[in-house]
Protein backbone atom coordinates (compact mmCIF):
# COMPACT_ATOMS: atom_id res chain seq x y z
CA UNK A 1 0.00 0.00 0.00
CA UNK A 2 1.21 3.26 -0.57
CA UNK A 3 0.00 6.93 -0.83
CA UNK A 4 -0.38 8.84 -3.32
CA UNK A 5 -1.62 11.86 -5.10
CA UNK A 6 -5.60 12.35 -5.13
CA UNK A 7 -7.83 10.95 -7.70
CA UNK A 8 -9.43 13.14 -10.29
CA UNK A 9 -12.91 11.36 -11.37
CA UNK A 10 -14.42 11.87 -14.94
CA UNK A 11 -17.81 12.72 -15.70
CA UNK A 12 -18.03 9.55 -17.11
CA UNK A 13 -17.13 7.77 -14.05
CA UNK A 14 -19.75 9.74 -12.27
CA UNK A 15 -23.48 8.84 -11.82
CA UNK A 16 -25.92 10.76 -14.22
CA UNK A 17 -28.98 12.21 -12.38
CA UNK A 18 -31.62 12.21 -15.88
CA UNK A 19 -34.10 9.94 -13.84
CA UNK A 20 -37.30 10.45 -15.39
CA UNK A 21 -39.21 9.13 -12.37
CA UNK A 22 -37.40 11.12 -10.30
CA UNK A 23 -37.57 14.36 -12.28
CA UNK A 24 -41.59 13.70 -12.62
CA UNK A 25 -41.98 12.66 -8.81
CA UNK A 26 -39.96 16.56 -7.93
CA UNK A 27 -41.89 17.75 -10.53
CA UNK A 28 -45.08 16.90 -9.57
CA UNK A 29 -44.05 18.39 -5.50
CA UNK A 30 -43.06 21.35 -6.98
CA UNK A 31 -46.41 21.81 -9.14
CA UNK A 32 -48.43 21.44 -6.09
CA UNK A 33 -46.20 23.60 -4.20
CA UNK A 34 -46.45 26.40 -7.23
CA UNK A 35 -49.91 25.84 -7.26
CA UNK A 36 -50.45 26.78 -3.66
CA UNK A 37 -50.14 30.10 -2.26
CA UNK A 38 -47.00 30.98 -2.22
CA UNK A 39 -47.39 33.45 0.36
CA UNK A 40 -48.34 30.49 2.50
CA UNK A 41 -44.74 29.00 2.42
CA UNK A 42 -42.76 31.82 2.38
CA UNK A 43 -42.17 33.51 5.63
CA UNK A 44 -42.31 29.89 6.97
CA UNK A 45 -39.45 28.63 5.28
CA UNK A 46 -37.55 32.13 5.52
CA UNK A 47 -38.16 31.93 9.39
CA UNK A 48 -36.99 28.58 9.10
CA UNK A 49 -34.02 28.59 7.27
CA UNK A 50 -32.73 31.57 9.65
CA UNK A 51 -33.73 29.36 12.44
CA UNK A 52 -31.77 26.67 11.33
CA UNK A 53 -29.19 28.76 9.76
CA UNK A 54 -28.06 30.03 13.31
CA UNK A 55 -28.24 26.97 15.07
CA UNK A 56 -26.43 25.45 12.92
CA UNK A 57 -23.49 28.24 12.57
CA UNK A 58 -22.91 27.70 16.11
CA UNK A 59 -23.46 24.18 16.13
CA UNK A 60 -20.92 24.24 13.42
CA UNK A 61 -18.39 26.12 15.01
CA UNK A 62 -18.33 23.59 17.77
CA UNK A 63 -18.33 20.53 15.58
CA UNK A 64 -15.13 22.16 13.75
CA UNK A 65 -13.11 22.39 17.11
CA UNK A 66 -14.40 18.91 18.61
CA UNK A 67 -14.58 16.56 15.74
CA UNK A 68 -10.94 14.67 15.26
CA UNK A 69 -10.43 12.10 13.88
CA UNK A 70 -11.64 10.69 10.39
CA UNK A 71 -15.42 8.56 11.24
CA UNK A 72 -14.97 6.12 8.47
CA UNK A 73 -18.23 4.78 9.41
CA UNK A 74 -19.20 3.57 6.13
CA UNK A 75 -22.81 2.59 5.29
CA UNK A 76 -23.09 -1.66 4.15
CA UNK A 77 -24.00 -0.50 1.01
CA UNK A 78 -20.59 0.92 0.25
CA UNK A 79 -19.26 -2.68 0.67
CA UNK A 80 -21.94 -4.31 -1.18
CA UNK A 81 -20.80 -5.14 -5.16
CA UNK A 82 -22.18 -3.59 -8.22
CA UNK A 83 -25.86 -5.97 -7.69
CA UNK A 84 -26.75 -3.35 -5.84
CA UNK A 85 -27.04 -1.22 -8.12
CA UNK A 86 -29.47 -3.68 -9.61
CA UNK A 87 -32.95 -1.94 -8.42
CA UNK A 88 -32.28 1.24 -9.99
CA UNK A 89 -34.03 0.44 -13.56
CA UNK A 90 -34.87 3.42 -15.65
CA UNK A 91 -37.81 4.52 -16.25
CA UNK A 92 -37.53 4.55 -20.09
CA UNK A 93 -36.63 0.68 -20.60
CA UNK A 94 -35.28 2.42 -24.15
CA UNK A 95 -32.28 3.87 -22.37
CA UNK A 96 -29.95 0.48 -22.05
CA UNK A 97 -26.31 0.73 -22.06
CA UNK A 98 -24.93 0.51 -25.49
CA UNK A 99 -22.61 -2.87 -24.21
CA UNK A 100 -25.58 -3.68 -22.03
CA UNK A 101 -28.41 -4.56 -24.36
CA UNK A 102 -30.62 -6.38 -22.39
CA UNK A 103 -29.53 -4.87 -19.61
CA UNK A 104 -27.00 -7.88 -17.79
CA UNK A 105 -23.61 -8.15 -17.83
CA UNK A 106 -21.36 -11.12 -17.10
CA UNK A 107 -19.76 -10.47 -13.76
CA UNK A 108 -16.41 -11.43 -15.17
CA UNK A 109 -17.12 -8.54 -17.71
CA UNK A 110 -17.19 -6.44 -14.74
CA UNK A 111 -14.69 -7.27 -12.84
CA UNK A 112 -11.43 -8.71 -13.08
CA UNK A 113 -11.15 -12.22 -13.95
CA UNK A 114 -8.92 -12.26 -10.38
CA UNK A 115 -8.77 -10.45 -7.82
CA UNK A 116 -6.58 -7.58 -7.34
CA UNK A 117 -5.42 -5.66 -4.62
CA UNK A 118 -7.79 -3.24 -4.10
CA UNK A 119 -7.04 0.11 -4.43
CA UNK A 120 -7.43 2.47 -1.73
CA UNK A 121 -8.21 -0.38 0.72
CA UNK A 122 -6.73 0.20 4.40
CA UNK A 123 -5.64 -3.11 5.37
CA UNK A 124 -2.01 -3.92 6.82
CA UNK A 125 -1.67 0.04 7.03
CA UNK A 126 0.97 1.39 9.56
CA UNK A 127 -1.27 3.85 11.89
CA UNK A 128 1.50 6.41 11.03
CA UNK A 129 0.46 6.64 8.00
CA UNK A 130 -3.00 7.40 9.21
CA UNK A 131 -2.64 9.67 12.66
CA UNK A 132 -5.87 10.93 12.96
CA UNK A 133 -7.60 7.84 12.97
CA UNK A 134 -4.94 5.38 13.76
CA UNK A 135 -7.55 2.35 15.10
CA UNK A 136 -10.60 3.16 12.73
CA UNK A 137 -8.51 3.11 9.20
CA UNK A 138 -7.99 -0.41 10.27
CA UNK A 139 -11.33 -1.40 10.78
CA UNK A 140 -13.17 0.41 8.95
CA UNK A 141 -11.42 1.56 5.98
CA UNK A 142 -11.62 -1.71 4.46
CA UNK A 143 -15.55 -1.40 4.04
CA UNK A 144 -15.15 1.86 3.02
CA UNK A 145 -13.54 0.80 -0.54
CA UNK A 146 -15.13 -2.79 -0.65
CA UNK A 147 -17.02 -1.73 -3.77
CA UNK A 148 -14.71 -4.70 -5.41
CA UNK A 149 -15.37 -8.26 -4.04
CA UNK A 150 -13.44 -9.45 -1.39
CA UNK A 151 -11.62 -12.47 -1.98
CA UNK A 152 -13.70 -14.61 0.06
CA UNK A 153 -16.86 -13.29 -1.64
CA UNK A 154 -14.95 -14.44 -5.05
CA UNK A 155 -14.20 -17.68 -3.39
CA UNK A 156 -17.67 -18.42 -2.27
CA UNK A 157 -18.65 -18.15 -6.14
CA UNK A 158 -19.00 -21.56 -7.98
CA UNK A 159 -16.09 -21.40 -10.16
CA UNK A 160 -18.26 -23.03 -12.93
CA UNK A 161 -21.25 -21.22 -13.51
CA UNK A 162 -20.88 -17.27 -14.42
CA UNK A 163 -22.75 -14.87 -11.83
CA UNK A 164 -25.24 -13.10 -13.90
CA UNK A 165 -25.07 -9.59 -12.25
CA UNK A 166 -27.88 -6.69 -13.26
CA UNK A 167 -26.67 -3.33 -14.36
CA UNK A 168 -28.74 -0.22 -14.55
CA UNK A 169 -28.98 0.80 -18.20
CA UNK A 170 -26.74 3.49 -18.10
CA UNK A 171 -26.94 6.92 -20.40
CA UNK A 172 -24.80 6.92 -23.58
CA UNK A 173 -22.42 9.56 -22.96
CA UNK A 174 -23.91 12.66 -25.42
CA UNK A 175 -26.73 12.58 -23.21
CA UNK A 176 -24.55 13.12 -20.05
CA UNK A 177 -23.03 15.65 -21.40
CA UNK A 178 -26.29 17.45 -22.94
CA UNK A 179 -27.42 16.95 -19.79
CA UNK A 180 -24.41 18.99 -18.43
CA UNK A 181 -25.23 21.88 -20.48
CA UNK A 182 -22.03 20.74 -22.54
CA UNK A 183 -23.89 20.70 -26.36
CA UNK A 184 -21.06 20.60 -28.75
CA UNK A 185 -19.15 17.62 -27.19
CA UNK A 186 -22.98 16.20 -27.22
CA UNK A 187 -22.48 16.72 -30.71
CA UNK A 188 -19.25 15.43 -30.94
CA UNK A 189 -20.00 12.33 -29.21
CA UNK A 190 -23.33 11.82 -31.15
CA UNK A 191 -21.07 11.60 -34.87
CA UNK A 192 -19.11 8.86 -32.61
CA UNK A 193 -21.83 6.61 -31.74
CA UNK A 194 -23.13 6.93 -35.36
CA UNK A 195 -24.62 10.76 -36.44
CA UNK A 196 -27.44 12.83 -35.08
CA UNK A 197 -29.94 10.84 -37.49
CA UNK A 198 -28.85 7.53 -35.99
CA UNK A 199 -29.38 7.82 -32.26
CA UNK A 200 -32.66 10.23 -33.32
CA UNK A 201 -34.06 6.52 -34.93
CA UNK A 202 -33.68 5.06 -31.71
CA UNK A 203 -34.36 7.66 -29.12
CA UNK A 204 -36.97 8.12 -26.58
CA UNK A 205 -38.87 10.98 -25.60
CA UNK A 206 -36.38 12.03 -23.28
CA UNK A 207 -33.47 11.87 -25.19
CA UNK A 208 -35.65 13.36 -28.02
CA UNK A 209 -35.82 16.76 -25.90
CA UNK A 210 -32.11 16.43 -25.52
CA UNK A 211 -31.50 15.93 -29.14
CA UNK A 212 -33.50 19.24 -29.72
CA UNK A 213 -31.62 20.95 -27.07
CA UNK A 214 -28.11 20.30 -28.71
CA UNK A 215 -29.58 20.70 -32.51
CA UNK A 216 -30.69 24.27 -30.97
CA UNK A 217 -28.01 24.68 -29.27
CA UNK A 218 -25.30 24.31 -32.41
CA UNK A 219 -27.56 25.85 -34.52
CA UNK A 220 -28.96 23.30 -36.32
CA UNK A 221 -32.96 24.25 -36.32
CA UNK A 222 -34.74 21.31 -38.80
CA UNK A 223 -32.67 18.73 -36.75
CA UNK A 224 -34.26 20.25 -33.30
CA UNK A 225 -37.84 20.61 -35.03
CA UNK A 226 -37.27 17.08 -36.40
CA UNK A 227 -36.41 15.93 -32.64
CA UNK A 228 -39.25 17.96 -31.36
CA UNK A 229 -41.63 16.13 -34.25
CA UNK A 230 -40.53 12.41 -32.92
CA UNK A 231 -41.52 13.05 -29.54
CA UNK A 232 -45.18 14.42 -30.36
CA UNK A 233 -45.94 11.87 -33.26
CA UNK A 234 -44.11 8.70 -31.68
CA UNK A 235 -44.74 9.24 -27.39
CA UNK A 236 -47.54 11.62 -27.72
CA UNK A 237 -48.22 10.34 -24.18
CA UNK A 238 -45.11 10.99 -22.92
CA UNK A 239 -45.35 13.88 -19.60
CA UNK A 240 -42.42 15.56 -22.24
CA UNK A 241 -45.14 15.76 -25.38
CA UNK A 242 -46.95 18.58 -24.52
CA UNK A 243 -43.75 20.59 -24.36
CA UNK A 244 -42.45 19.51 -27.39
CA UNK A 245 -45.87 20.28 -29.22
CA UNK A 246 -45.31 23.92 -27.81
CA UNK A 247 -41.59 24.21 -28.76
CA UNK A 248 -42.35 22.99 -31.98
CA UNK A 249 -45.08 25.37 -32.27
CA UNK A 250 -42.67 28.38 -31.72
CA UNK A 251 -40.02 27.07 -34.06
CA UNK A 252 -42.04 26.72 -36.75
CA UNK A 253 -43.48 30.11 -36.12
CA UNK A 254 -40.40 31.99 -36.15
CA UNK A 255 -39.28 30.09 -39.07
CA UNK A 256 -42.72 31.62 -40.72
CA UNK A 257 -44.22 28.27 -41.21
CA UNK A 258 -47.44 29.62 -39.83
CA UNK A 259 -49.69 26.50 -40.69
CA UNK A 260 -47.31 23.71 -39.18
CA UNK A 261 -47.25 26.48 -36.08
CA UNK A 262 -50.68 26.40 -36.03
CA UNK A 263 -50.90 22.85 -36.03
CA UNK A 264 -48.11 22.37 -33.31
CA UNK A 265 -49.93 24.43 -31.24
CA UNK A 266 -53.19 22.31 -31.78
CA UNK A 267 -51.42 19.33 -31.07
CA UNK A 268 -50.11 20.68 -27.37
CA UNK A 269 -53.47 21.61 -26.81
CA UNK A 270 -54.80 18.30 -27.82
CA UNK A 271 -52.29 16.70 -25.65
CA UNK A 272 -52.75 18.93 -22.50
CA UNK A 273 -56.02 21.11 -23.15
CA UNK A 274 -55.73 21.86 -19.18
CA UNK A 275 -52.11 22.88 -19.76
CA UNK A 276 -50.51 26.15 -18.92
CA UNK A 277 -49.86 26.75 -22.59
CA UNK A 278 -53.28 26.01 -23.62
CA UNK A 279 -54.31 29.59 -23.70
CA UNK A 280 -51.49 30.81 -25.57
CA UNK A 281 -51.40 28.08 -27.64
CA UNK A 282 -54.96 28.68 -28.80
CA UNK A 283 -54.57 33.02 -29.17
CA UNK A 284 -51.46 31.83 -31.40
CA UNK A 285 -53.54 29.81 -33.68
CA UNK A 286 -56.11 32.51 -33.59
CA UNK A 287 -53.05 34.39 -34.61
CA UNK A 288 -52.03 32.33 -37.46
CA UNK A 289 -55.64 32.12 -38.85
CA UNK A 290 -55.86 35.69 -38.93
CA UNK A 291 -52.90 36.43 -40.41
CA UNK A 292 -53.70 33.76 -43.41
CA UNK A 293 -57.02 34.99 -43.97
CA UNK A 294 -58.56 32.50 -42.72
CA UNK A 295 -61.63 33.85 -41.15
CA UNK A 296 -63.78 30.76 -40.40
CA UNK A 297 -61.43 29.25 -38.88
CA UNK A 298 -60.51 32.03 -36.52
CA UNK A 299 -63.86 32.85 -35.66
CA UNK A 300 -63.97 28.99 -34.42
CA UNK A 301 -61.02 29.66 -32.12
CA UNK A 302 -62.13 33.19 -31.02
CA UNK A 303 -65.49 31.21 -30.25
CA UNK A 304 -63.22 28.54 -28.22
CA UNK A 305 -61.78 30.90 -26.55
CA UNK A 306 -64.54 32.81 -24.96
CA UNK A 307 -65.52 29.54 -24.13
CA UNK A 308 -62.42 27.89 -22.55
CA UNK A 309 -60.74 31.14 -21.08
CA UNK A 310 -63.58 33.79 -20.04
CA UNK A 311 -61.58 35.21 -17.82
CA UNK A 312 -58.11 34.62 -20.13
CA UNK A 313 -55.52 37.05 -19.50
CA UNK A 314 -55.26 37.74 -23.99
CA UNK A 315 -59.08 38.17 -23.98
CA UNK A 316 -58.42 41.96 -25.21
CA UNK A 317 -56.29 41.08 -27.54
CA UNK A 318 -58.56 38.29 -28.82
CA UNK A 319 -61.16 41.28 -28.71
CA UNK A 320 -59.24 43.31 -31.43
CA UNK A 321 -58.62 39.75 -33.63
CA UNK A 322 -62.07 39.48 -33.78
CA UNK A 323 -62.68 43.14 -34.63
CA UNK A 324 -60.20 42.63 -36.82
CA UNK A 325 -62.08 39.58 -38.46
CA UNK A 326 -65.32 41.92 -38.52
CA UNK A 327 -63.28 44.75 -40.74
CA UNK A 328 -61.95 41.77 -42.46
CA UNK A 329 -65.45 40.47 -43.43
CA UNK A 330 -66.75 44.06 -44.54
CA UNK A 331 -63.97 44.38 -46.75
CA UNK A 332 -64.44 41.17 -48.66
CA UNK A 333 -68.29 41.91 -48.93
CA UNK A 334 -66.90 44.67 -50.61
CA UNK A 335 -64.68 42.86 -52.95
CA UNK A 336 -64.84 40.18 -52.49
CA UNK A 337 -61.61 37.59 -53.57
CA UNK A 338 -60.05 40.81 -52.07
CA UNK A 339 -55.87 39.23 -52.40
CA UNK A 340 -53.66 39.53 -48.96
CA UNK A 341 -52.11 42.98 -50.30
CA UNK A 342 -55.68 44.29 -50.31
CA UNK A 343 -55.03 44.71 -46.53
CA UNK A 344 -51.29 46.68 -45.85
CA UNK A 345 -52.47 47.91 -42.22
CA UNK A 346 -53.04 44.40 -40.76
CA UNK A 347 -49.55 43.00 -40.42
CA UNK A 348 -49.13 46.39 -38.76
CA UNK A 349 -51.37 46.37 -36.71
CA UNK A 350 -51.28 42.69 -35.44
CA UNK A 351 -47.65 43.41 -34.81
CA UNK A 352 -49.37 45.94 -32.13
CA UNK A 353 -51.72 43.55 -31.16
CA UNK A 354 -49.45 40.86 -30.23
CA UNK A 355 -47.83 40.81 -27.21
CA UNK A 356 -45.09 38.21 -28.02
CA UNK A 357 -41.58 39.61 -27.05
CA UNK A 358 -40.61 38.45 -30.50
CA UNK B 1 -28.47 35.39 -0.02
CA UNK B 2 -27.74 37.90 -2.47
CA UNK B 3 -28.58 37.38 -6.59
CA UNK B 4 -24.95 37.19 -7.42
CA UNK B 5 -25.20 37.75 -11.56
CA UNK B 6 -23.00 34.43 -12.14
CA UNK B 7 -22.75 33.43 -15.83
CA UNK B 8 -19.65 31.09 -14.84
CA UNK B 9 -21.35 27.23 -15.23
CA UNK B 10 -22.04 26.62 -18.94
CA UNK B 11 -25.43 27.68 -18.86
CA UNK B 12 -28.20 25.54 -21.17
CA UNK B 13 -28.25 27.24 -24.39
CA UNK B 14 -28.99 29.96 -25.49
CA UNK B 15 -27.65 31.90 -22.56
CA UNK B 16 -24.41 32.95 -21.38
CA UNK B 17 -21.68 31.66 -23.35
CA UNK B 18 -23.49 31.16 -26.40
CA UNK B 19 -25.02 34.14 -26.55
CA UNK B 20 -23.64 35.16 -29.77
CA UNK B 21 -24.18 31.96 -31.34
CA UNK B 22 -27.49 31.98 -30.22
CA UNK B 23 -28.36 35.18 -32.55
CA UNK B 24 -28.73 32.82 -35.06
CA UNK B 25 -30.40 29.76 -33.06
CA UNK B 26 -32.84 32.51 -31.53
CA UNK B 27 -34.80 31.18 -34.81
CA UNK B 28 -34.71 27.85 -33.12
CA UNK B 29 -37.77 28.57 -30.83
CA UNK B 30 -36.45 26.53 -27.73
CA UNK B 31 -36.78 29.83 -25.23
CA UNK B 32 -33.45 30.88 -23.53
CA UNK B 33 -32.88 30.72 -20.08
CA UNK B 34 -33.37 34.68 -20.47
CA UNK B 35 -36.65 34.67 -22.23
CA UNK B 36 -37.96 31.47 -19.62
CA UNK B 37 -37.11 33.44 -17.04
CA UNK B 38 -39.00 36.88 -18.33
CA UNK B 39 -42.02 34.47 -19.36
CA UNK B 40 -42.22 33.50 -15.60
CA UNK B 41 -41.92 37.03 -14.46
CA UNK B 42 -44.62 37.75 -16.74
CA UNK B 43 -47.17 35.32 -14.75
CA UNK B 44 -46.43 32.53 -17.45
CA UNK B 45 -45.72 29.98 -14.81
CA UNK B 46 -45.73 27.36 -16.97
CA UNK B 47 -41.95 28.72 -18.37
CA UNK B 48 -40.50 27.56 -15.37
CA UNK B 49 -41.89 23.91 -15.88
CA UNK B 50 -39.34 24.40 -19.05
CA UNK B 51 -36.51 25.70 -16.79
CA UNK B 52 -37.08 22.36 -14.28
CA UNK B 53 -36.86 19.94 -17.11
CA UNK B 54 -33.94 22.10 -18.62
CA UNK B 55 -31.66 22.03 -15.05
CA UNK B 56 -33.10 19.49 -12.81
CA UNK B 57 -30.64 16.61 -13.81
CA UNK B 58 -27.70 19.33 -13.39
CA UNK B 59 -28.91 20.44 -9.64
CA UNK B 60 -29.72 16.81 -9.03
CA UNK B 61 -26.36 15.46 -10.01
CA UNK B 62 -24.79 18.34 -7.95
CA UNK B 63 -26.58 17.47 -4.78
CA UNK B 64 -26.01 13.76 -4.76
CA UNK B 65 -22.37 14.74 -5.03
CA UNK B 66 -21.82 17.36 -2.69
CA UNK B 67 -23.98 15.27 -0.26
CA UNK B 68 -21.78 12.21 -0.99
CA UNK B 69 -25.74 10.55 -1.03
CA UNK B 70 -28.94 10.47 -2.91
CA UNK B 71 -31.09 10.74 0.47
CA UNK B 72 -33.14 13.73 0.40
CA UNK B 73 -31.81 14.85 -2.74
CA UNK B 74 -35.19 15.14 -4.21
CA UNK B 75 -36.25 17.60 -1.29
CA UNK B 76 -33.33 19.29 -1.78
CA UNK B 77 -33.57 19.81 -5.33
CA UNK B 78 -37.11 20.18 -4.60
CA UNK B 79 -36.90 23.00 -2.22
CA UNK B 80 -34.02 24.78 -4.12
CA UNK B 81 -36.29 25.58 -6.99
CA UNK B 82 -39.50 26.31 -4.70
CA UNK B 83 -36.62 28.87 -3.57
CA UNK B 84 -35.34 30.00 -6.89
CA UNK B 85 -39.00 29.84 -8.13
CA UNK B 86 -39.86 32.88 -4.79
CA UNK B 87 -36.53 34.80 -5.51
CA UNK B 88 -36.67 34.77 -9.28
CA UNK B 89 -37.66 38.10 -9.34
CA UNK B 90 -33.74 38.98 -7.38
CA UNK B 91 -31.84 37.73 -10.45
CA UNK B 92 -30.10 39.97 -11.57
CA UNK B 93 -28.73 38.11 -14.78
CA UNK B 94 -31.49 35.96 -16.20
CA UNK B 95 -29.21 34.33 -19.06
CA UNK B 96 -27.57 33.10 -15.55
CA UNK B 97 -30.56 30.59 -13.98
CA UNK B 98 -28.34 27.69 -14.15
CA UNK B 99 -25.61 29.08 -12.13
CA UNK B 100 -27.79 31.02 -9.56
CA UNK B 101 -29.67 27.59 -9.49
CA UNK B 102 -26.17 26.32 -8.76
CA UNK B 103 -25.23 28.30 -5.84
CA UNK B 104 -29.19 27.92 -4.27
CA UNK B 105 -28.55 24.37 -4.70
CA UNK B 106 -24.28 24.35 -2.78
CA UNK B 107 -26.15 26.78 -0.07
CA UNK B 108 -28.95 24.26 0.54
CA UNK B 109 -26.41 21.67 1.28
CA UNK B 110 -24.31 23.19 3.20
CA UNK B 111 -26.83 23.62 5.35
CA UNK B 112 -27.78 20.42 5.54
CA UNK B 113 -24.33 19.11 5.90
CA UNK B 114 -24.17 20.95 9.20
CA UNK B 115 -26.95 19.81 10.70
CA UNK B 116 -25.96 16.39 10.10
CA UNK B 117 -23.08 17.59 12.07
CA UNK B 118 -24.57 18.19 14.87
CA UNK B 119 -27.37 16.23 15.11
CA UNK B 120 -24.30 13.45 14.64
CA UNK B 121 -22.70 14.93 17.31
CA UNK B 122 -25.54 15.48 19.44
CA UNK B 123 -26.38 11.92 18.98
CA UNK B 124 -29.45 12.63 17.39
CA UNK B 125 -29.26 10.58 13.98
CA UNK B 126 -26.31 8.14 12.69
CA UNK B 127 -25.65 10.84 9.44
CA UNK B 128 -26.36 10.24 6.32
CA UNK B 129 -23.79 7.96 5.10
CA UNK B 130 -21.62 7.64 1.71
CA UNK B 131 -23.89 5.60 -0.90
CA UNK B 132 -21.52 4.59 -3.61
CA UNK B 133 -23.95 4.30 -6.14
CA UNK B 134 -25.55 7.26 -5.95
CA UNK B 135 -21.82 8.69 -6.33
CA UNK B 136 -20.35 6.11 -9.13
CA UNK B 137 -21.10 5.43 -12.35
CA UNK B 138 -22.20 1.65 -12.88
CA UNK B 139 -19.65 1.39 -15.71
CA UNK B 140 -17.00 2.85 -13.75
CA UNK B 141 -14.26 0.73 -13.14
CA UNK B 142 -14.05 -1.08 -9.58
CA UNK B 143 -10.65 1.13 -8.82
CA UNK B 144 -12.41 4.40 -9.33
CA UNK B 145 -15.36 3.34 -7.16
CA UNK B 146 -13.22 2.47 -4.43
CA UNK B 147 -11.35 5.78 -5.09
CA UNK B 148 -14.38 7.61 -4.57
CA UNK B 149 -16.06 5.93 -1.75
CA UNK B 150 -12.56 6.55 0.18
CA UNK B 151 -12.01 10.28 -1.01
CA UNK B 152 -16.08 10.93 0.61
CA UNK B 153 -16.06 8.42 3.16
CA UNK B 154 -12.63 10.86 4.32
CA UNK B 155 -14.74 14.03 3.33
CA UNK B 156 -16.94 13.07 6.21
CA UNK B 157 -15.28 14.34 8.68
CA UNK B 158 -13.99 17.52 6.89
CA UNK B 159 -16.06 21.06 7.36
CA UNK B 160 -18.82 21.16 5.43
CA UNK B 161 -17.82 24.47 3.59
CA UNK B 162 -13.92 22.44 2.95
CA UNK B 163 -15.81 19.61 1.68
CA UNK B 164 -17.88 21.65 -0.66
CA UNK B 165 -14.91 23.43 -2.09
CA UNK B 166 -13.19 20.20 -3.17
CA UNK B 167 -15.99 18.85 -4.30
CA UNK B 168 -16.84 21.09 -6.63
CA UNK B 169 -13.54 21.81 -7.86
CA UNK B 170 -12.08 17.90 -7.57
CA UNK B 171 -15.52 16.45 -8.57
CA UNK B 172 -17.28 18.64 -10.39
CA UNK B 173 -14.52 19.97 -12.09
CA UNK B 174 -15.53 24.27 -11.76
CA UNK B 175 -12.95 26.81 -11.87
CA UNK B 176 -11.75 28.46 -8.94
CA UNK B 177 -13.88 31.59 -9.61
CA UNK B 178 -16.29 29.31 -10.04
CA UNK B 179 -16.42 27.38 -6.86
CA UNK B 180 -15.59 30.98 -5.18
CA UNK B 181 -19.47 32.31 -6.67
CA UNK B 182 -21.23 29.45 -5.69
CA UNK B 183 -20.30 29.01 -2.20
CA UNK B 184 -20.95 32.97 -1.92
CA UNK B 185 -17.25 33.28 -0.80
CA UNK B 186 -13.75 35.33 -2.03
CA UNK B 187 -11.50 33.50 -4.36
CA UNK B 188 -8.66 33.68 -1.63
CA UNK B 189 -11.05 32.12 0.82
CA UNK B 190 -12.52 29.61 -1.65
CA UNK B 191 -8.80 28.76 -2.43
CA UNK B 192 -7.53 28.26 1.16
CA UNK B 193 -10.48 25.35 1.54
CA UNK B 194 -9.79 23.38 -1.07
CA UNK B 195 -5.99 23.55 -0.06
CA UNK B 196 -7.26 22.88 3.40
CA UNK B 197 -9.21 19.87 2.18
CA UNK B 198 -6.45 18.93 -0.44
CA UNK B 199 -3.72 18.41 2.37
CA UNK B 200 -6.52 16.28 4.58
CA UNK B 201 -7.02 14.30 1.62
CA UNK B 202 -3.62 13.86 0.33
CA UNK B 203 -2.76 12.50 4.31
CA UNK B 204 -4.97 10.12 4.70
CA UNK B 205 -5.90 9.02 1.66
CA UNK B 206 -4.32 5.31 0.50
CA UNK B 207 -4.44 3.40 -2.52
CA UNK B 208 -2.07 0.72 -3.53
CA UNK B 209 0.41 0.00 -6.33
CA UNK B 210 1.81 2.81 -8.27
CA UNK B 211 -0.61 4.25 -10.60
CA UNK B 212 -0.08 7.90 -12.42
CA UNK B 213 -0.11 10.52 -10.29
CA UNK B 214 -3.40 12.15 -11.19
CA UNK B 215 -3.24 16.00 -8.68
CA UNK B 216 -4.98 18.88 -10.30
CA UNK B 217 -2.71 20.77 -7.34
CA UNK B 218 -0.13 20.96 -9.40
CA UNK B 219 -2.04 22.95 -12.33
CA UNK B 220 -1.48 26.33 -10.38
CA UNK B 221 -4.47 27.45 -9.65
CA UNK B 222 -4.57 26.81 -5.91
CA UNK B 223 -1.56 29.39 -5.51
Redesign the interface.
Known sequence: ?????????D?????????SE??E???R???A??DAN?ST??PR?VGW?VA??A???G??L???R??E???????P??S?E?T??AG?APTHPAIV?PQDVEGKLIEDQL??THPQ??????RG?SPA?????PDE?ES??VD?????PSDGVLDALPSAEPVVVE??A?PPQWQRLA?????EAALFDLAQAGGFETVLGGANAEQL?LL??I???????QR??TALRRVVSDFPSDP?AP?AAW?????????GDREGASAAFAAYRSLSPQ???AE?ALVRQLKTAVQRREREVAQELAAQYSTDFPQG?RRDEVARWVAMLASMAEASEVDAGVPEVAFPPLEEELQAFDGD?E | MGQPALRL??????SGA?AK??T????????SDA?LV?EVLD????A???L???H???A??LA??LQGNASDV?DL???A???A??QLRGLRDPAAF?SWLGSIVVSQVR?RL??T??LR?LGLASGS???????????????????????Y??M??M??DERIAWTLR??E?HRLEEVAQLTSCSLATAKRRILRA?RF???????????D?????GDGEHD
Open positions: MTKRDLPSFAKDLKAYSDSVRVWRLENLSWRRSLAATFAGWVGHSGPELEVQQLAPQARALPPVPGRRNDNPRTSEGVVATAVPENGGEYMADARATGQRAMVLSLGRALEKAGDFDRP | IPPAPPRRDTASEVALPEAGRGSFELYRRVAFLGAREVHDFLRHARMRKRLVGVELDSLASPAASPEVRAELAQIALRVPANVHQLREHFVSSGSQPRSDE
